[in-house]
């Protein structure tokens, strides 16, 4: 018979004896995760236009780039237009996932069904390492509501397709864990592996760096050495690609210039972005527009309430850094959902209001919200014409 005090423990998460062993745990989140990428594909298929298929949209928009990358290398050159305007190109594109799809083709599979392969994988991964992050910082339940709130949330499609997010995802949970647990060896490999994956990498390094930080004064002399040497390897990622990308280019701003040209992704301190929610709020006349804008502004109130809260330090430093990377970039106003993918911080406030609910109340307001998550997501790959 369950006792009361066994009763209470489930019903809050935070304490009392296990009902599944940790194996148990791991095969529900792996169902989770296969659940809501099979009904997001689900939605591509009955969203689709006539002609298209699942495939199509899953290997759309930058997906191309990185399956061009992965086959052909990265340019040596820019690359002009007709008109002699210059464009973007693959130098764009940050090295890991081309390198990994390229290496899951030698099995034999296509460079596009690597490419889905790859980020299949890793979203798996992701969701694993979420759900323990999650279970670490404050307790199972609340470790699952974190880790459908990522993997449902509204641009979660790209966790369906070829694009980096799936495996930079992976990687930032995974050093985010490593540095909690002090295991500051595999902190800088995965954190090194993030910045070579994505430019957030270098919000994902300077949390790492804050993490060696913060172990500093109760650290022995060589767990301080180990550390910082671990967090500064990570940390050197970013700035070597960006070197090495100007140096094949001839030119140490290529990087930069390309990202301009192609995506028009030009930090402006949020100027672009407040034009951007000003308009809209005042005039804007598409659905889409005005859901990007409430995301963007929802993104950065869940984002003080976090803080407000006083979570993991580290944590506070990649949510904040990688908002600002987000929120103060010109582009695509479009593509910032997706871009919000990787800013665990967001969706903290969320994770932990429901880690103190009861499960009936837990399980249909995740149910609604990955409906709606994994519908949006799969109209703007559809239906929406532009980039994402």
Same mark, same amino acid.
């Given at each position: ?227 910082? *040497? /671990?967090? !500064?390897? $990570?940390?050197?990622? @970013?700035?070597?690609?960006? %070197? ?5 280019? #001839?030119? +140490? ?98 994770? *932990? /209001?429901? !880690?103190? $609910?009861?499960?009936? @109340?837990?399980?249909?307001? %995740? ?5 709606? #998550?994994? +519908? ?13």
């Amino acid at each position: 018979m369950t006792t009361v005090t066994e009763a209470a423990a489930e019903d809050t998460g935070r304490a009392g004896p296990e009902r599944f062993s940790p194996l148990w745990h791991v095969a529900i989140i792996l169902a989770l995760y296969v659940l809501l990428r099979g009904l997001q594909s689900a939605a591509i298929g009955w969203l689709a236009q006539p002609g298209a298929t699942v495939a199509d949209s899953l290997l759309s928009w930058d997906a191309g780039w990185f399956v061009t990358v992965a086959g052909e290398g990265y340019p040596t050159n820019y690359s002009y237009d007709q008109d002699g305007v210059l464009v973007g190109n693959g130098i764009a594109f940050f090295p890991l996932y081309p390198a990994l799809i390229r290496l899951t083709s030698f099995t034999g599979l296509s460079l596009p069904d690597a490419a889905l392969v790859v980020t299949w994988v890793c979203g798996a991964a992701a969701a694993l390492a979420l759900f323990q992050l999650g279970t670490r910082l404050y307790d199972r339940r609340t470790g699952y509501a974190l880790t459908v709130l990522v993997i449902a949330q509204p641009m979660s499609v790209v966790l369906n397709m070829g694009y980096s997010e799936g495996l930079f995802l992976a990687l930032a949970s995974g050093a985010l864990l490593a540095a909690h647990k002090r295991a500051w060896i595999p902190m800088g490999v995965l954190g090194l592996a993030g910045a070579l994956t994505r430019p957030t990498g270098f919000a994902l390094t300077v949390a790492l760096g804050v993490a060696a930080l913060l172990a500093w004064r109760t650290s022995t002399t060589r767990e301080r050495i180990t550390s910082l *040497t /671990a967090a !500064g390897v $990570a940390m050197a990622g @970013t700035p070597a690609y960006l %070197l090495w990308a100007g140096h094949r280019i #001839g030119d +140490w701003d290529a990087w930069f210039r390309i990202q301009t040209a192609g995506w028009g992704s030009t930090f402006d301190f949020g100027r672009t972005t407040l034009a951007f929610l000003d308009g809209t709020m005042r005039t804007g006349n598409s659905w889409v527009q005005v859901s990007v804008a409430w995301i963007l502004i929802g993104a950065v109130v869940l984002a003080f309430v976090a803080v407000l809260h006083r979570p993991w330090w580290p944590l506070v430093a990649y949510g904040l850094v990688t908002l600002v990377l987000v929120v103060g970039q010109g582009g695509y106003y479009h593509s910032k959902p997706r871009l919000l993918v990787p800013v665990l911080l967001v969706l903290l406030p969320l994770a *932990t /209001a429901l !880690g103190r $609910a009861r499960w009936r @109340t837990i399980v249909p307001a %995740l149910a609604g919200y990955a409906a709606f #998550g994994l +519908w949006y997501g799969a109209y703007l790959v559809t239906v929406w014409p532009y980039t994402i």
